[in-house]
């Protein structure tokens, strides 16, 4: 079993910058790919952000070039750094986390990110 704990979540101004945080504890050997998608009201959830242990990483094109995924694998934390954010990136983020033992994928609770003047 694991659990992610989100956190960085908030209310930012277009042009400003947060930093979200996902750790990942409970039993389990190792952590595959962790990544963090979100949800925008009367939207479906997608990808953001994804990173392989080894580091290798994807994003959504609309993010390219604003946002930034990396992780610590010794303290099994995702970070995802948003710059220069826009109302439209405004939605609940979601940490996720796949488990190479088994293949099964864990979601968090969800962080708020609003994006507003």
């Known amino acids: 079993q694991v659990q992610l704990v989100e956190s960085g979540g908030g209310l930012v101004q277009p042009g400003g910058s947060l930093r979200l945080s996902c750790a990942a504890s409970g039993s389990f050997f190792v952590i595959n790919a962790m990544g963090w998608y979100r949800r925008a009201p009367g939207n479906q959830r997608e990808l953001v952000a994804r990173i392989t242990p080894s580091g290798h990483t994807n994003y959504a094109d609309s993010v390219k070039g604003r946002f930034t995924i990396s992780r610590d694998n010794a303290k099994n934390t995702v970070y995802l750094q948003m710059n220069s954010l826009k109302p439209e990136d405004t939605a609940v983020y979601y940490c996720?986390?796949?488990?190479?033992?088994?293949?099964?994928?864990?979601w968090g609770q969800g962080t708020q990110v609003t994006v507003s003047s």
């Open positions: 996720n986390a796949v488990v190479l033992a088994t293949e099964t994928t864990y």
